[in-house]
């Protein structure tokens, strides 16, 4: 991949941004070749199985499928994906938890740049389609308990499934995540990063350093605080404490099996 030019796709029902992309990538990134262009989700299936890119540039919602949908159609994934989008609260979420690339239409040539660098950095040292396979596992999984967090840590990129995450600490600009098998993590993402990405999902902020999964509470010890199974104690919060009893005495079917 360093030597040989990255080829790729470009799927989206906008001419204009079609056209744009297109043009950046001529003018700004030679190491790039484009090798056609699709306006739609069929057609990106077309002609992703007769090119075999590298990389694909994908719009997330499309008139005939969207983004999301059209991968789930292809048999097998050999190639990167970094989404493009207009600002969709969800969609970025999405793409947020499984710590994939996306653009901000109109796309910015900084952004696309830092892009490009960092699928150049991925290829370099992995298979750059393993994200994508693992979105896909984490989309067709119903179970939240089930589904993979992908972090950079200080030991690189890892991905923890959700029901083996016991808690979560926050210090400042990063935090601890500790484990059912009494490992921890540390990560550069905050509390309030991984509140964002965890609160529909089994996961409770209930104190200003605090982040606890509802599958490890054994149980409420008073109103400020609350057991979990490895016997650690996490405060609850004066403000919080109507709210986490309401949390916590909702049945989401997130408990550990």
């Not at 190639?79 to 969709?88: D, Q």
């Not at 965890?198 to 902020?205: I, S």
């Not at 599958?215 to 109507?242: D, E, M, Y």
Request: neutral net charge; aromatic residues 10%.
């Amino acid at each position: 991949m360093q030597h040989n030019k990255i080829k790729c796709l470009i799927i989206d029902d906008d001419p204009f941004i079609r056209d744009l992309l297109q043009d950046k990538l001529s003018q700004y990134l030679p190491e790039v070749e484009v090798l056609t262009t699709a306006s739609s989700g069929l057609e990106g299936l077309q002609k992703i199985a007769h090119y075999q890119p590298d990389l694909v540039f994908l719009d997330v919602e499309m008139p005939d499928m969207t983004g999301f949908e059209m991968l789930f159609k292809l048999e097998d994934i050999s190639f990167e994906t970094i989404f493009i989008t207009s600002y969709s609260h969800y969609a970025i979420k999405a793409i947020h938890f499984d710590a994939l690339d996306y653009l901000v239409k109109p796309i910015d040539l900084g952004e696309l740049k830092a892009a490009i660098k960092r699928y150049k950095k991925k290829a370099k040292n992995s298979d750059p389609s393993e994200s994508i396979k693992q979105a896909l596992f984490n989309w067709n999984t119903k179970n939240d308990a089930d589904k993979k967090l992908v972090l950079q840590t200080q030991e690189g990129e890892v991905r923890l499934v959700l029901k083996d995450i016991v808690r979560i600490e926050g210090e400042r600009n990063y935090s601890y995540i500790y484990l059912a098998n009494d490992k921890r993590k540390l990560t550069t993402k905050t509390l309030g990063e991984l509140e964002e990405l965890l609160g529909d999902k089994g996961f409770f902020r209930c104190h200003k350093s605090h982040l606890v999964n509802k599958g490890h509470i054994q149980s409420l010890l008073n109103h400020f605080a609350v057991l979990l199974h490895n016997g650690f104690t996490v405060p609850i919060a004066r403000r919080k404490q109507g709210a986490f009893r309401i949390w916590y005495a909702m049945d989401e079917n997130l408990q550990n099996t």
